[in-house]
């Protein structure tokens, strides 16, 4: 076995030690905020991931159920006042559930289409695609929904009620391309294009190279890329995850690029954390190292830059909505309310707690369609109290989250900077 595929170790004493139980990160976790369970607050699962590595209870059903009701949305991360690395600590205990728990063989199923088949194959996300684009073309969907037949397919007919509008042609057709910049060449860049986003979000990664192309970027598509890994990382899929972030470090780090940019905060977060992954492979972590160094949020990147003010007003009443990898595990907020305020005209209004979890959380609604609605709920009272027509966030998952319920449009920070730059040569 090499070094980086050794046995998973679970949540590090040191960094459980930091907790000192105050409770003072209670109020930032959405499912204690739901539920008011001690044992569904941040500090309960500290308690119950200490008991379980003391060797004091097992890794039972009831320690699983607790953790996999977490979201793992880092909102009690940025509350604690000691500094506990709770992302740290949830992917460890996650990690290790895997080791040592068996689920049921449909589970299992469905992880391994889902994790080594769906995810990281275009063959697979395209053939998805496709089905799910007929599907919702034909009008079968209008049929299907309205036929009342959902209620009674379960979980089945949770999943067709998230499942995102599909966006013909997908992004794929621009991988491997080479994106000029408009005017002077300030910067060349390379562009994740993530997995799901290639089919249901091709709009939105094609508004992200043109922003980029309008700020003197000349933006490239690498070839090899592959997914960055994330929802292997927050399911606990260690070695899954760090397959794929190999490859990515060698097509990215290849190129030469000033920066790596993406438009999801949670790959991001994920690619900035890659040096985590390879924590007993000095030359892999070193590499890791540098590619996080360069990885950007597109927000990040265009609000460090000198930006294009060439734009035409957008005369809009605009919220934000923190994305929880954004603020809670990037630590960036100011970014793209910088380049909200940038657009003429756009009238900005902020939403109460707008850095609490809207529910998404990679495949969470999915999984928890019940917590997750409910959350959503919360954030969607929160959006319409100020009134603003347009909710504006900055991660993919969030706006699919948000468009199941909210009666406001849902746009990327970088589809809006797109329209004011729309025209204006
Ligand atoms: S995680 Fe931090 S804020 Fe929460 S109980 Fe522990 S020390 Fe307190
Ligand atoms: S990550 Fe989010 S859901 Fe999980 S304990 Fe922390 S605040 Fe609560």
């Known amino acids: 076995m ?146 009342g037949i959902l209620k009674e397919l379960g979980a089945l007919g949770e999943l067709e009620r998230l499942a995102p509008k599909i966006e013909r042609p997908f992004f794929y057709r621009h991988i491997g391309k080479t994106f000029p910049a408009h005017g002077e060449r300030r910067y060349r860049v390379a562009f994740l294009a993530g997995c799901v986003a290639n089919v249901c979000l091709a709009k939105l990664n094609e508004a992200t190279i043109r922003v980029l192309q309008r700020n003197g970027c000349e933006v490239v598509v690498p070839a090899g890329q592959t997914c960055c890994g994330a929802l292997h990382v927050h399911l606990g899929l260690r070695r899954q995850a760090q397959r794929l972030a190999r490859r990515n470090l060698d097509v990215f780090l290849a190129g030469g690029y000033d920066a790596i940019i993406t438009n999801a905060a949670g790959c991001g977060s994920t690619m900035k954390e890659y040096p985590e992954l390879f924590e007993d492979d000095a030359a892999a972590r070193e590499r890791a190292e540098r590619f996080a160094r360069l990885t950007k949020d597109v927000t990040e990147f265009l609000a460090s830059i000198e930006l294009n003010g060439r734009m035409r007003p957008l005369p809009l009443a605009v919220t934000y909505q923190d994305s929880c990898h954004l603020a809670h595990a990037q630590k960036i907020r100011q970014a793209p309310r910088k380049l909200l305020g940038a657009i003429p005209e756009l009238r900005f209004q902020e939403m109460p707690l707008a850095d609490l979890c809207c529910g998404s959380a990679g495949v969470y609604n999915a999984l928890h369609p019940e917590m997750a609605s409910a959350i959503l709920a919360k954030k969607l009272e929160a959006a319409e109290s100020t009134g603003a027509e347009v909710i504006a966030t900055a991660n993919p998952g969030c706006m699919l989250q948000l468009r199941t319920q909210a009666r406001q449009r849902v746009a990327h920070v970088v589809e809006l900077l797109d329209e004011a730059y729309r025209d204006h040569l």
């Open 2 to 147: 090499a070094a980086s595929e050794a046995a998973v170790a679970g949540p590090r004493t040191f960094d459980l030690d930091r907790c000192v139980h105050c409770g003072l990160c209670l109020n930032a976790c959405p499912t204690y905020r739901e539920l008011g369970l001690e044992m569904d607050s941040p500090r309960g699962r500290i308690y119950y991931m200490i008991k379980a590595a003391e060797g004091a209870i097992p890794v039972s059903a009831a320690y699983v159920e607790h953790l996999e009701l977490c979201l793992a949305c880092r909102g009690c991360e940025t509350a604690c006042p000691s500094g506990v690395p709770y992302g740290r600590l949830i992917e460890a205990a996650r990690a290790q559930i895997e080791e040592t728990m068996r689920r049921p063989w449909w589970a299992r199923l469905a992880r391994w289409f889902l994790l080594d088949h769906l995810m990281v194959s275009r063959f697979w996300m395209r053939a998805a695609g496709t089905l799910l684009y007929l599907y919702q073309a034909s009008g079968l969907q209008r049929l299907v929904r309205g036929s």
